[in-house]
């Protein structure tokens, strides 16, 4: 658990400028189903499979679980963002404090997140509440750092997340390389990736140049980053279109859920 701050806590330019309300648009059609009479069935896994890809420390302290997620529990958080995105303080496209409006579009729980501040309330757009970081997706966080880290690590133990910035990629949009650095705390950052495969590019912790490290995620996806690695430098330079599994019920692109542990506290 990081120190303690107030909620005006913030690194670099206050990010009050206001950004872009948008809204959710319908899932992503389904694909035609293949002719069996034109393919050739070799009874390989399919993308995604855990069987296809295990686990791995991607760098040291940056740690990858493919298909932690089942495709029931990927559509539940898929409903779950539907509610999620819906105004009051729902979906919008952020802008930076230089005026440049960001690609994805972004909607946060538990605090509220605009460049480069946190607050209870979605300042950038209409001033409602934000809306509570959902205790099943806290939970979720708290699994996943035991996932990569272990049960009994010291990260897993102590791991109370209270915000996530949940951000949709639609087709063409791209993150640019940065670092998680708004929050007092240390606790490791948690990403579980749904929709349309992306490369993940890693940089370094003192550095945003090369050499880069660039790792697939697909849907189901868990990144864990944290310890030595937890201001890294990342970003999402490509999503790969029409990738996603049949009946994830996301619109076209691909939807991060980044959940962390601010050790921010209400109050001056």
Same mark, same amino acid.
């Given at each position: 658990?990081?120190? !303690?701050?107030?909620?005006?806590?913030?690194?670099?330019?206050?990010?009050?400028?206001?950004?872009?309300?948008?809204?959710?648009?319908?899932?992503?059609?389904?694909?035609? *189903?293949?002719?069996?009479?034109?393919?050739?069935?070799?009874?390989? @896994?399919?993308?995604?499979?855990?069987?296809?890809?295990?686990?791995?420390?991607?760098?040291?302290?940056?740690?990858l679980v493919p =298909?932690?997620?089942s495709l029931g529990?990927?559509?539940?958080?898929?409903?779950?963002?539907?509610?999620?995105?819906?105004?009051?303080?729902?979906?919008?496209?952020?802008?930076? @404090?230089?005026?440049?409006?960001?690609?994805?579009? $972004?909607?946060?729980?538990?605090? &509220?997140?605009? @460049?480069?501040?946190? $607050?209870?309330?979605?300042?950038?757009?209409?001033?409602?509440?934000?809306?509570?970081?959902?205790?099943?997706?806290?939970?979720?966080?708290?699994?996943?750092?035991?996932?990569?880290?272990?049960?009994?690590?010291?990260? *897993?133990?102590?791991?109370?997340?209270?915000?996530?910035?949940?951000?949709?990629? *639609?087709?063409?949009?791209?993150?640019?390389?940065?670092?998680?650095?708004?929050?007092? $705390?240390?606790?490791?950052?948690?990403?579980?990736?749904? =929709?349309?495969?992306?490369?993940?590019?890693?940089?370094?912790?003192?550095?945003?140049?090369?050499?880069?490290?660039?790792?697939?995620?697909? !849907?189901?996806?868990?990144?864990?980053?944290?310890?030595?690695?937890?201001?890294?430098? &990342?970003?999402?330079?490509?999503?790969?279109? *029409?990738?996603?599994?049949?009946?994830?019920?996301?619109?076209?692109?691909?939807?991060?859920?980044?959940?962390?542990?601010?050790?921010?506290?209400?109050?001056?």
């Open positions: 658990m990081g120190s !303690s701050t107030s909620a005006t806590r913030w690194k670099g330019v206050q990010g009050r400028a206001k950004g872009v309300p948008t809204v959710l648009g319908p899932a992503a059609p389904e694909p035609a *189903a293949p002719d069996p009479e034109g393919q050739l069935t070799l009874g390989l @896994p399919e993308a995604g499979d855990p069987a296809e890809r295990e686990w791995s420390e991607v760098l040291p302290d940056v740690e =298909g932690w997620l529990a990927q559509q539940a958080l898929v409903a779950d963002f539907r509610r999620w995105s819906e105004p009051p303080a729902g979906l919008r496209h952020p802008r930076m @404090p230089t005026g440049q409006v960001m690609s994805v579009q $972004s909607v946060c729980l538990g605090w &509220h997140w605009s @460049p480069y501040a946190y $607050s209870r309330t979605a300042d950038d757009t209409d001033g409602a509440p934000v809306k509570p970081l959902p205790a099943s997706l806290a939970s979720a966080a708290v699994a996943a750092v035991g996932a990569a880290y272990g049960v009994d690590s010291p990260e *897993a133990r102590s791991y109370a997340p209270d915000a996530a910035i949940v951000n949709l990629y *639609a087709p063409g949009a791209k993150l640019g390389l940065h670092q998680d650095g708004e929050e007092p $705390s240390a606790a490791p950052v948690v990403t579980i990736s749904l =929709g349309d495969t992306c490369v993940f590019r890693l940089a370094g912790v003192d550095r945003r140049t090369g050499p880069f490290t660039d790792v697939e995620l697909r !849907s189901g996806d868990l990144l864990v980053f944290g310890r030595s690695q937890r201001l890294i430098f &990342h970003g999402v330079p490509k999503v790969v279109p *029409a990738s996603a599994p049949a009946g994830l019920g996301l619109p076209p692109g691909r939807l991060s859920i980044t959940v962390r542990e601010t050790g921010l506290v209400d109050g001056p």
